[in-house]
């Protein structure tokens, strides 16, 4: 399962594409507010995050998810413009296990599923 945190609707698309190509599902919050709740229902081992999105305080739902110890085995992969160094550094501070440049993070993407993959199977958590 893979929690996208993304309010931009286009890039969408392109996390939407590569969850099915590894036959994840995937779940969209466009709210800060709905993060958590999002966390509790879906229990993704995978959560992406926008950090260029300032009304999505991508560094607070990162602080939020990883001070839950329920959600300490997800993985947590932030992206955002790689002239903001001070955004992917604050990422990394507040537990982002992959801070990354927009454009490194879509040629990973493909990579990052199957890591999300692997770790979905070795918890035996259903695939929904």
Known sequence: MVLAVVDDLLFSSKLRAAASAATHPIVFVRKRAE?????????PSLVIIDLDRDALDPVGAIGEIRAASEFAAAKIVGFGSHV??????????AGCDRPMARS????ALPDLMKTSDAQDSSKGTPQV
């Open 35 to 43: 993060v958590m709740a999002a966390m509790r229902e879906h229990r």
């Open 104 to 107: 490194a993070f879509v040629m």
């Open 84 to 93: 903001n160094t001070e955004r992917l550094q604050a990422a990394r501070a």
